[in-house]
């Protein structure tokens, strides 16, 4: 018999799919901003590949952007409110929603990585304070080394008081524009991924430049270049976490011990893989909502489009994927809002589901409204384009499936190996079937 008292004592707080009041208002009004701003400059950017100032500066004076509204997404519980904002900007303009949001990262970076002292000092330079617009970026992926950031060739050696920096990122979001960069660098390039560190390298540093600006298919209203760094010199307190702390890593490294976790730049994007998801959603969830629009007053030799059961397979399907992909999301953000370990790989199932419903939705939605949908004056041929980058940024597709499939098999293994050794513990003093019940019971825990 299955002891049910194990999960009783495991229970926690009952979850709550509702969003409360003051989520609901700010939904409301992150929609009414993505409404009223983002959309009637979302073409025009996009046309241009334009870095959108004013609706940056509009997003401050909205409270959607600064150390305030950063400070708001920390405030809830559930973790909720980062997504919310993603989704709702994105469902305005992914490009736009990216420029908007993209000192994030950096500050992800930093918070993940820095000291408190260099968290207050830096942070606030990924955005700026009062009516000054700051920009962030987080430099890691490189020529030969995208997901797989232990193939790092970007070196940091120290120099006396300084560490200088040299190496090419790619395909950085606010590359050359921005503030603050924080640099992802090699230091001891025998010991991988485990002898890399970070740092933050201000605008107008010595060695440091912005290499060729990126035509891309989507997002074209968020600027993305190389940034290049050649004998780029830093002071010994730009190393996030501090000479220390690093020093004590790398004796780790050396000497075979674990260094706790992969690395600092696998860290960040665990903490931002969720809102990365909820973007894709946003997207998904436009095209979903200018197709049920498009096709509502529309009908052919059948009547009615909407009323015709093989559109509404299409609808209902395209429907249920988001929302699916919405609760992925969400659980997500909350597990690691209250520090629950997504030892399942949790945060990637999230990011890969998501891009992935991003991508399969404009496609169907397309295949659906036929012909026109080909044209640059239909909204699906921008949520298409933009909808793609979310298969492959911050980990692509690919690598969100071997991250998933290699935790799910660790934490099965680990599941066994608990259910075993508690059988083992209570078998001397049982009948054979009670070792089966016993068996029963730690699985249950597990």
């Known amino acids: 018999m299955i002891d049910w008292s194990v999960n009783k004592r495991r229970r926690r707080e009952p979850v709550d799919f509702r969003l409360n009041e003051d989520q609901l208002e700010y939904q409301a009004k992150c929609r009414r901003f993505a409404r ?4 009637p400059i979302a073409a025009q950017h996009d046309r241009d590949e334009t870095v959108p100032w004013e609706a940056i500066r509009a997003a401050r004076e909205w409270g959607l952007h600064g150390l305030e509204h950063i400070q708001l997404l920390g405030s809830d519980p559930e973790g909720l409110y980062g997504c919310i904002y993603a989704e709702e900007l994105h469902w305005g303009c992914a490009g736009i929603a990216l420029a908007i949001q993209g000192g994030s990262l950096a500050a992800a970076g930093i918070a993940s990585s820095g000291t408190p002292e260099q968290i207050a000092r830096w942070v606030p330079e990924c955005f700026g304070m ?40 790619v395909f950085i979001t606010n590359g050359g524009i921005a503030d603050v960069t924080v640099v992802v660098a090699t230091v001891d390039p025998e010991l991988g991924h485990r002898g890399q560190a970070s740092f933050v390298v201000p605008k107008d540093t010595p060695g440091l430049s912005m290499g060729k600006k990126e035509s891309k298919l989507g997002i074209r209203a968020s600027q993305t270049s190389e940034v290049i760094l050649d004998d780029c010199r830093v002071p010994m307190e730009y190393l996030l976490g501090g ?39 946003g997207i998904a969830q436009a095209a979903y909502e200018w197709t049920l629009e498009h096709l509502e007053h529309r009908e052919d030799e059948n009547g009615p489009l909407l009323d015709q059961q093989r559109i509404q397979q299409v609808m209902a399907e395209v429907a249920t994927e988001i929302e699916a992909s919405r609760l992925l999301v969400w659980r997500a953000s909350w ?24 991508m399969w939705a404009t496609t169907t939605l397309m295949d659906l409204v036929g012909p026109y949908a080909q044209l640059s004056e239909c909204p699906l041929e921008k949520f ?3 909808a793609k980058i979310y298969q492959i940024f911050e980990g692509t597709a690919q690598v969100q499936r071997l991250v998933v499939s290699r935790m799910q098999r660790a934490e099965y293994q680990s599941r066994l190996t608990e259910a075993d050794a508690e059988v083992l513990e209570q078998a001397p003093g049982n009948a054979p079937g009670d070792v089966v019940g016993a068996a029963t019971k730690a699985l249950d825990a597990a």
């Not at 009223?36 to 959309?39: L, T």
């Not at 009062?130 to 490189?142: F, M, N, P, Q, S």
């Not at 209250?338 to 419903?357: E, F, H, R």
């Open 36 to 39: 009223e701003v983002i959309r």
């Open 130 to 169: 009062g009516d000054e617009i700051k920009l962030g970026a987080y430099a890691v992926t490189e020529p030969s080394a995208g997901s797989d950031v232990r193939s790092l060739k970007t070196t940091a050696r120290q120099e006396g008081d300084e560490w200088v920096l040299n190496g090419t990122k």
């Open 243 to 281: 000479y220390e702390k690093l020093q004590r890593k790398l004796e780790r490294a050396r000497s075979g011990e674990s260094t706790g976790r992969s690395s600092g730049a696998l860290a960040t994007f665990e903490l931002t893989r969720p809102l990365v998801g909820a973007s894709a959603l």
């Open 335 to 358: 597990m690691g809002r209250n520090g629950i370990p997504m030892t399942g790989g949790q945060g990637s199932m999230s990011k890969l589901k998501a891009g992935d419903t991003a």
């Open 384 to 386: 298409f384009r933009d």
